[in-house]
């Protein structure tokens, strides 16, 4: 999850002030090639919560301190090689870190938008919708199904579809075969074959059109 950018910004920074900390109590301890090791941390923080800004911000911060108060002191012209080694490889692998991560914060907010759009849709739909996993117990229910069986999603969630789903033959009044089942078993879609009534949660019957799809993962079974 990407956080707000004030709470991305503060974290950061708060990250880089330790380094800078760190950096000052065993700066005898660095050569011109670990100077900027404390600050990593900093990095790869900025680019969890906030991705690419957050990093870049982070990365320009680090370098002005090393640079200004280790390396070149009272100056931000940097001509030590080892310094500007190190300089360029904190700069490439930080940039490297807050892009990949800018890269799955966009992947995560498309998903959770088409997740979104898909909530949208199942709710608005003009059919009574239950979804059901493989094993035939119940996952969620539309606004409509709700309204039709009586039940919630919270309360149905978890129960055989059968409990919910309680259809029985108008001609004979005995219960319906288990579409789930039948689904899963044949993979196809089900087409009822005789007209059906739907018994609600409270005991009335009313006659309803059904049919039962499945739903597969990218390797092709039915979730």
């Given at each position: ?107 995560r ?55 919910v789903l ?55 079974a039915?979730?």
């Open positions: 999850m990407k956080f707000l950018p004030k709470t991305a910004y503060t974290a950061a920074l708060l990250a880089v002030l330790l380094g800078w900390i760190a950096l000052a109590i065993m700066k005898d301890r660095y050569g011109p090639v670990f100077a900027f090791a404390p600050f990593l941390p900093a990095a790869m923080i900025a680019a969890w919560l906030g991705g690419l800004a957050p990093t870049l911000f982070t990365v320009a911060f680090s370098c002005l301190i090393v640079i200004y108060f280790f390396l070149a002191p009272g100056t931000l012209i940097l001509r030590d090689k080892d310094g500007l080694t190190a300089l360029v490889i904190f700069v490439s692998l930080n940039l490297s870190t807050g892009l990949l991560a800018e890269s799955l914060h966009k992947a907010r498309a998903a959770e938008a088409a997740r979104a759009r898909l909530a949208a849709i199942f709710a608005s739909m003009g059919d009574a919708v239950i979804v059901a996993d493989a094993e035939g117990k119940v996952a969620s229910l539309n606004p409509l199904a709700e309204r039709l069986t009586g039940w919630t999603t919270a309360e149905a969630a978890g129960q055989p579809i059968a409990s309680s259809l029985v033959y108008e001609r004979t009044g005995e219960a319906a075969e288990d579409r789930i089942a039948h689904v899963v078993e044949s993979g196809r879609p089900y087409g009822p074959e005789e007209q059906v009534l739907l018994q609600t949660r409270d005991g009335q019957r009313t006659p309803i059109e059904e049919s039962a799809a499945p739903i597969r993962d990218p390797s092709g039915v979730t």
